[in-house]
């Protein structure tokens, strides 16, 4: 049996499969890249060659210009590639459209690298699949007991609640464009609100892709517009990017009221500190629960913890018997979400 | 408990008074009895758990989890009581979870001994906010943001009613309020209040404007000057003694030395200042050594004793004397006062005037730093709840202003939010040819938004630094922007590195015209230091 360290180690480019001579998610230019989802900090652009899911590859495309890498190869959920002997195989991670983890196995060792992931519903992407391994790369954005997000339903009950108590103020909910964006709008349908949406600029190209992805996103309108009779209306629901809600850009709605669809909203400072009101528990990342829980359901024998709160998760790992270690992989964001 | 726990999650958050007061409003209209009436006491600090202490959660919360895993969590979090909330293990919010009211009958009839069998059961069936709100009502300070007067005002939208009548009241009832809630809502009488020595609605005046006064014979009026402490009442009824704030908030707890000497039966009126009003009356910064304490030491009640100069007298003995005219009232309360310890009580004195530049001139000089302008009372005029037109007026000092120059500027909150909108200001010290600025005061209000967003403007093109959602702007002797600020008085501080702090300062113009080098010097402002108590000398 070749030595986990053997299949896949890091260093400065990123992740690096000796092997089969790829990187996973690299954040500098490699000439080989297996990329696990679009958000920008794990895929990035200038790799000579880049294989990830149609989704993936859509979604750098639409955010980087046709020239974003030299090729591109396009990976089938659940098909395994072999690749100068290792055998690789992408399987959904539930994070956003197009998310996958990435399964690289030679000479009987098999590790998961999740790229980041979730296991509650989410109506826009494939649920994760847990995957039997020797050892689990997992996430630790939220790796700390407090984490615990509740149902996203119930969250956006809450939004509709607020619409309801305060309906002259117009809704800003910050969300990430790709992803939580569009989770938070398809939820929002699910509780059957059809009025109008409206989107900040930077959502509009991700928002249409969704919908040509099949994700029904519902009627939607640019927030911003030349003529003043296309305005959002007083009480309506505005989607925008995080760095927006507390913006000048936010004051030219009526009597804007500032909310926040992210896992740090259940820290009541985090709130707290960018001024916002009606903060959503609503995360695309695993919580403390689903974390541990997935750790169990691979089976591995060995836990590697990155980017987040490591140090906690590697306690829980030793209390419960598993060898785990802290795996420092650079230019991750660890407070992305 | 849940929704009680959701209003406490909004209300932390709501910056606007109106938003605060939609969801208190909302919460008693669509949260049943006895729970919303719990709601309103946790809010207005009426409920009291002595057998929970905070030290026992985190007992508790070690016997089930992992210390080094609280540590990490409690290192990442910051709070306390919000820690415990959310790594408490169990099912989120379950199906039984209990009411507000269940959780303050079982809070309130533990011993200390069952104190923590009772609080870990509470938690386990709640979600993680209606652990914190469960925590946080235990242990007392919910810190939401909320008094006591912006409770009775929502109750008294709610209700469609006066403020002072929910104060009139306030004192006589007690949670869950069932009774108040029926009167409110139309479905039961008004409650009678039939505590001993309860809180009398106060009588307040608007500012004159000087335009009005030829309009008004001087000879209907008395004058009083107006003391700059906290205006307070102090009634005594059957053994029963209470000293109010000017809202009806019962503050007697922090004026053990006052409440000592309040051997009479009635109301006065009066302004609450520190000192002996035989020998000297102290500045409102030694006054505020005394507020908002709940412990007093007795080196304070030494250093700072207290006393209250009367302005007016609501009932003697068993007679409410409201109605009756002010010169009426007036000479009651002589006599009065007359009778009372002099250490304690004393009489605000009248001031004479024939005309309006007469009594200006008084205003304007008055024999005593801690007086902050007149009162006007219409000979004629009966004590009135609330803040009727006409019978009183207040007529203030002018405030004081300095020329300062720009240093800082914050970004603001709510409506002002992105725009920096809160401004630190200096004046200049040291050498004369190579002056610096030092930092004398914070200002964030006293302009317009047309003024707000040319201040914003100059602040981005002029910033030097950042840190977080300060920015620090360019003042120099040549450069910069310098600012009229008006305020109320000024008072020694060590905590600020000029060594003084302002009372109340706002923008009061903008000098675009103005080169910064003509700004103030702290010199200035250190002559304009009233003496301190210590050295203070009599009225």
């Known amino acids: ?337 | 408990m849940e929704r009680f726990a959701e209003l406490l999650d909004r209300l932390v958050l709501t910056p606007s008074r109106n938003g605060k007061l939609r969801l208190l409003t909302d919460y008693f209209a669509s949260v049943p009895d006895p729970d919303r009436g719990f709601g309103l006491a946790g809010l207005t600090g009426g409920l009291d758990f002595p057998a929970i202490k905070p030290a026992m959660l985190r007992t508790l919360v070690e016997e089930r989890v992992d210390p080094v895993l609280f540590a990490y969590s409690y290192d990442y979090v910051g709070d306390l009581a919000e820690t415990v909330s959310l790594i408490w293990p169990g099912e989120a919010g379950r199906a039984d979870a209990p009411a507000l009211s269940e959780v303050v009958e079982r809070l309130s009839r533990t011993s200390r001994s069952e104190a923590p069998t009772v609080m870990a059961r509470l938690l386990d069936g709640l979600s993680p906010s209606g652990r914190f709100a469960a925590i946080k009502l235990a242990t007392g300070g919910l810190r939401v943001g909320v008094s006591a007067r912006l409770a009775k005002q929502a109750l008294a939208s709610f209700g469609d009613v006066e403020v002072q009548e929910i104060e009139e009241l306030w004192h006589g009832l007690s949670p869950p309020f069932t009774a108040l809630f029926a009167w409110l809502e139309d479905k039961g009488p008004k409650p009678e209040n039939a505590a001993k020595a309860p809180f009398r609605p106060v009588m307040l005046s608007h500012a004159v404007a000087e335009a009005d006064l030829p309009a008004i014979e001087p000879a209907t009026y008395a004058a009083e000057w107006k003391w700059d402490g906290i205006r307070v009442q102090a009634t005594a009824e059957d053994g029963v003694r209470r000293l109010y704030s000017r809202t009806g908030d019962d503050i007697s707890g922090a004026f053990p030395d006052l409440m000592e000497a309040m051997d009479f039966e009635g109301t006065l009126d009066g302004e609450l200042l520190v000192g002996d009003p035989r020998e000297r009356t102290g500045t409102f910064s030694d006054l505020q050594q005394r507020l908002n304490r709940k412990t007093v030491s007795r080196a304070m009640l030494a250093n700072y004793p207290v006393f209250i100069r009367c302005y007016d007298l609501l009932a003697s003995g068993a007679r409410d004397t409201r109605a009756l005219p002010y010169t009426e009232r007036r000479e009651l309360l002589e006599s009065f006062v007359r009778e009372l310890p002099p250490d304690r009580f004393d009489l605000s004195p009248t001031v004479s005037f024939r005309s309006w530049q007469e009594l200006d001139e008084k205003r304007c000089n008055p024999p005593h730093p801690v007086i902050e302008g007149v009162m006007l009372k219409k000979k004629d005029s009966p004590y009135l709840p609330g803040r009727p037109k006409g019978p009183w007026f207040k007529w203030k000092r002018d405030p004081f202003t300095v020329d300062a120059v720009l240093m800082y500027a914050q970004r603001g909150h709510g409506k002002r939010s992105s725009f920096y909108s809160d401004y630190t200001f200096g004046v200049w010290t040291g050498p004369a040819e190579d002056p610096t600025l030092v930092p004398v005061g914070k200002a964030y209000f006293g302009f317009t938004d047309e003024e707000l967003r040319q201040i914003d403007k100059y602040v981005r093109d002029n910033t030097v630094e950042r840190f977080g959602p300060v920015r620090s702007v360019r003042a120099d002797r040549s450069h910069g922007l310098v600012i009229e600020v008006a305020f109320e008085g000024l008072a020694r501080s060590s905590r600020h590195k000029s060594g003084i702090a302002m009372r109340f300062p706002r923008i009061s113009r903008l000098r675009w015209d103005k080169p910064t080098h003509e700004a103030d010097r702290l010199e200035t402002l250190e002559a304009m230091l009233p003496t301190a108590m210590a050295a203070a000398s009599g009225k």
């Open chain 1, 1 to 337: 049996m070749i030595r986990p360290h053997d299949l896949l180690r890091s260093r400065p480019e990123g992740l690096f499969c000796p092997g089969g001579g790829f990187y996973i998610d690299p954040v500098r230019p490699v000439e080989r890249a297996l990329i696990t989802h679009g958000h920008a900090d794990h895929a990035r652009a200038g790799h000579g060659s880049v294989l990830a899911t149609r989704e993936t590859l859509d979604i750098m495309r639409i955010r980087y210009g046709e020239g974003f890498a030299g090729a591109v190869q396009e990976a089938q959920l659940g098909e395994t590639l072999n690749m100068n002997g290792v055998r690789v195989t992408f399987h959904p991670a539930g994070h956003v459209l197009g998310s996958a983890q990435i399964s690289v196995e030679t000479g009987g060792t098999r590790i998961v690298a999740s790229g980041d992931y979730k296991r509650s519903r989410d109506p826009t992407c494939a649920p994760f699949e847990p995957i039997r391994c020797d050892v689990f790369i997992t996430e630790a954005t939220f790796a700390l007991p407090v984490f615990t997000h509740p149902d996203a339903a119930g969250e956006v009950a809450r939004l509709l609640r607020s619409l309801e108590q305060f309906p002259e103020r117009t809704h800003i909910v910050g969300a990430y464009a790709l992803g939580k964006a569009q989770r938070v709008i398809a939820l929002l349908r699910e509780a059957d609100y059809d009025d109008t949406i409206y989107i900040h600029g930077a959502l509009e190209k991700l928002c249409t892709y969704y919908e040509a992805a099949g994700v029904s996103l519902g009627p939607l309108q640019a927030a911003t517009v030349e003529q003043s009779d296309a305005a959002p209306p007083a009480g309506a629901i505005i989607i925008a990017p995080p760095a927006a809600i507390d913006d000048r850009w936010s004051r030219r709605f009526s009597d804007p009221l500032a909310s926040f669809a992210s896992g740090w909203m259940r820290i009541r400072q985090r709130a707290r500190q960018r001024g916002v009101e009606l903060p959503l528990i609503i995360s695309d990342h695993a919580d403390w629960t689903e974390l541990t829980a997935t750790i169990r359901d691979t089976q591995a024998a060995e836990v590697w913890v990155t980017h987040g709160r490591e140090e906690a998760l590697v306690r829980w790992c030793e209390i419960n018997g598993l060898a785990a270690r802290p795996l420092h992989l650079a230019g991750y964001e660890d407070e992305a979400e």
